[in-house]
């Protein structure tokens, strides 16, 4: 049972295979076998086909490891695609865009492509992407895994404020003690179980449960 309030930063430290399957189901990818999974009071197991994947494309965002970015498209039409594809959301997109590609400070890349682009920039235009349907749930996979403590800190920064700002709710898988400090509360799976919880998490807190893994 997962329960998560806007505002909030859950952050699920991991162990085994268990926590790829419930980040599948949180992300209407899956369906469970048994129970529900409820958003704003409607029951998500009953959407199917078009009706489940407009609901993903407006209320949940994307982040991974690698950057997912189209290849055939330059860095502004990249972050402004899922608001093309909303109908609800597609008006003002591009002026979304341009306020994140600011807030991002990466607006000399606009026009880019993304192998123009280092891996610290093609992760902040992956996460301008991710939000700029401002969607209520931000579904993070190690988002700082394939970059320096140095840029991975500037992309923890600015997804924290995103909870603010937007009034969103992120939930980050993460192996990275640090990335898991910056969250709110901090989920530990182990084979598939939860195995423990820590609220205002430090990175040592965190390092300190983790070694309790296989005890």
Same mark, same amino acid.
Not at 102 to 123: A, H, W
Not at 157 to 176: P, S
């Given at each position: 049972?997962? #329960?998560?309030?806007?505002?909030?930063?859950?952050?699920?430290? +991991?162990?085994?295979?268990?926590?790829?399957?419930?980040?599948? @189901? *949180?992300?209407?990818?899956?369906?469970?076998?048994? $129970?529900?999974?409820?958003?704003?009071?409607? %029951?998500?197991?009953?959407?199917?086909?078009? &009706?489940?994947?407009?609901?993903?494309?407006?209320?949940?965002?994307?982040?991974?490891? +690698? #950057? %997912?970015?189209? !290849?055939?498209? %330059?860095?502004?039409?990249?972050?402004?695609?899922?608001? =093309?594809?909303?109908?609800?959301?597609?008006?003002?997109?591009?002026?979304?865009?341009?306020?994140?590609?600011?807030?991002? /400070?990466?607006?000399?890349?606009?026009? %880019?492509?993304?192998?123009?682009?280092?891996?610290?920039?093609?992760?902040?235009?992956?996460?301008?992407?991710?939000?700029?349907?401002?969607?209520?749930?931000?579904?993070? &996979?190690?988002?700082?895994?394939? *970059? /320096?403590?140095?840029?991975?800190?500037? @992309?923890?920064?600015?997804?924290?404020?995103?909870?603010? /700002? *937007?009034?969103?709710? @992120?939930?980050?898988?993460?192996?990275?003690?640090?990335?898991? !400090? =910056?969250?709110?509360?901090?989920?530990?799976?182990?084979? $598939?179980?939860?195995?423990?919880?820590? @609220?205002?998490?430090?990175? /040592?807190?965190?390092? &300190?449960?983790?070694?309790?893994? $296989? +005890?």
């Amino acid at each position: 049972f997962f #329960h998560a309030e806007a505002g909030i930063r859950d952050a699920q430290e +991991s162990r085994g295979l268990g926590d790829v399957y419930k980040r599948q @189901i *949180l992300s209407t990818l899956e369906k469970p076998d048994l $129970g529900s999974v409820e958003f704003k009071e409607k %029951n998500l197991i009953s959407l199917s086909g078009d &009706d489940l994947s407009k609901f993903r494309n407006e209320n949940i965002g994307f982040v991974f490891q +690698s #950057h %997912n970015l189209l !290849s055939e498209f %330059n860095v502004f039409e990249n972050i402004c695609i899922p608001g =093309y594809v909303s109908k609800d959301k597609s008006r003002g997109v591009e002026e979304r865009a341009n306020q994140l590609i600011k807030d991002l /400070d990466i607006q000399d890349k606009s026009k %880019n492509m993304p192998n123009q682009l280092s891996g610290g920039e093609q992760q902040r235009v992956a996460i301008c992407r991710a939000i700029i349907n401002e969607p209520a749930l931000l579904l993070a &996979d190690e988002p700082t895994g394939n *970059l /320096d403590s140095k840029t991975g800190n500037e @992309i923890l920064d600015f997804m924290r404020l995103a909870t603010t /700002d *937007l009034n969103q709710t @992120i939930v980050m898988v993460t192996h990275d003690p640090v990335a898991a !400090s =910056y969250s709110d509360r901090v989920i530990f799976l182990e084979d $598939g179980k939860v195995s423990g919880e820590i @609220i205002e998490p430090t990175a /040592d807190s965190v390092i &300190d449960q983790m070694r309790t893994f $296989g +005890s």
